[in-house]
């Protein structure tokens, strides 16, 4: 059975970079659409980005022109690059894939 477990969180400087990892375990990583999603405090869960086993991107409006979502299917992992962060950017960043299945999520902080 395939399990996500996320990678990369921390506490970052407004304007800064911060690159997260999803690690996938099991068979037939490459077929699956992945995304990334992020839950602040008081907030939905909101999409961050998706991607198709084919590479196909698509960006929530919040982040598009900061984040880039990508995968590497040798390694069985998909990233996500956040640039020119914003403390609202501030959530627990989750790993999702097509399957149905979820991360337990990483922190991410961004404060000056």
């Known amino acids: 059975q395939v399990q996500l477990v996320e990678s990369g969180g921390g506490l970052v400087q407004p304007g800064g970079s911060l690159r997260l990892s999803c690690a996938a375990s099991?068979?037939?990583?490459?077929?699956?659409?992945m995304g990334w999603y992020r839950q602040a405090p008081g907030k939905q869960r909101e999409l961050v980005a998706t991607i198709t086993s084919g590479g196909s991107t698509n960006y929530g409006d919040s982040v598009k022109g900061r984040f880039t979502i990508s995968r590497d299917n040798a390694k069985n992992t998909v990233y996500l690059q956040m640039n020119s962060l914003k403390p609202e950017d501030t959530a627990v960043y989750y790993c999702?894939?097509?399957?149905?299945?979820w991360g337990r999520g990483t922190q991410v902080t961004v404060s000056s």
């Open positions: 099991g068979s037939s990583f490459g077929i699956y659409r």
């Open positions: 999702w894939g097509s399957i149905g299945i």
